[in-house]
């Protein structure tokens, strides 16, 4: 079962909180001026605006995240520490992301922090279909509406006999995907309509990533934000974590 560290988060806040506005507003006044603060209120005062703080960072603003698995290669690989902005979507309520105050809406090409369908796990795609848009894969090529998205062999393909990496135009949006050489079951023969209200998600390592063809589209309500930043890379906690790969993540 996963932590929901949102929820401790939000607990810790409101019991240091409250204990913090007794102090100030009941017991404070009751106490002599020489008499010493108890313990465990001098460290639920000094915790309360450093937790409020991080929860308002958290919830509204920007929250870190680490890549886990191989399914965005070549865009983020495991390891990278990455940050995802909450607000380009909207303003949601921390815990139960409703949504309260619209902003935008994803585009095509966006790379997204979500929860899938009948899932409680944060997943890291790229935003492949629209409501209303007809995706389908055929022979491990990408349509939707029925056009063709651009594929381009990069030279890289030639360092592994495995993996071919090509760069895709998702209508404007240009990245890098990797596939197989050799399609597997989830580049063949595949076509859907999306809903409305609903996103289409496919990993960059297009033969190697449990997506939206797997456990259908993502509805809007599970989205969480648009990761927008590579700020680290570290592996494991016995290597040194490295900045050489810092910058946009496209």
């Not at 020489?34 to 639920?44: A, L, T």
């Not at 929860?55 to 940050?83: A, C, H, N, W, Y």
């Not at 848009?133 to 509406?145: A, F, T, V």
């Not at 063809?213 to 494991?236: D, F, H, Q, T």
């Amino acid at each position: 079962m996963d932590i929901n560290f949102p929820l401790i988060l939000l607990f810790l806040v409101v019991i240091s909180g409250v204990i913090w506005s007794f102090d100030r507003f009941v017991l404070s006044k009751k106490r002599s001026k020489d008499e010493p603060v108890p313990g465990w209120i001098e460290y639920s005062g000094s915790f309360f605006p450093v937790l409020l703080l991080v929860f308002v960072l958290r919830s509204f603003l920007f929250e870190p995240f680490q890549i886990p698995s191989g399914s965005m290669i070549p865009t983020l690989k495991v390891g990278d520490f990455i940050l995802v902005n909450k607000f380009t979507y909207g303003i949601r309520l921390p815990v139960i992301g409703t949504k309260i105050i619209p902003i935008n809406e994803p585009m095509r090409g966006d790379v997204m922090v979500f929860f899938p369908p009948e899932d409680d796990r944060y997943f890291i795609k790229r935003v492949v279909g629209l409501p209303g848009d007809e995706i389908r894969l055929r022979d491990n090529i990408l349509y939707i509406n029925g056009l063709l998205s651009n594929q381009v062999s990069l030279p890289e393909s030639a360092e592994d006999s495995r993996f071919e990496l090509v760069s895709e135009d998702l209508n404007g949006v240009v990245h890098s995907v990797q596939k197989n050489k050799i399609a597997g079951p989830l580049g063949k023969n595949y076509v859907i309509t999306v809903p409305d209200n609903h996103y289409f998600m496919m990993g960059d390592n297009r033969d190697n990533s449990s997506d939206s063809r797997v456990w259908g589209p993502v509805p809007e309500e599970n989205i969480v934000g648009k990761a927008v930043l590579i700020w680290m890379y570290w592996e494991s906690f016995g290597e040194l974590p490295s900045f050489d790969r810092t910058g946009k993540i496209n």
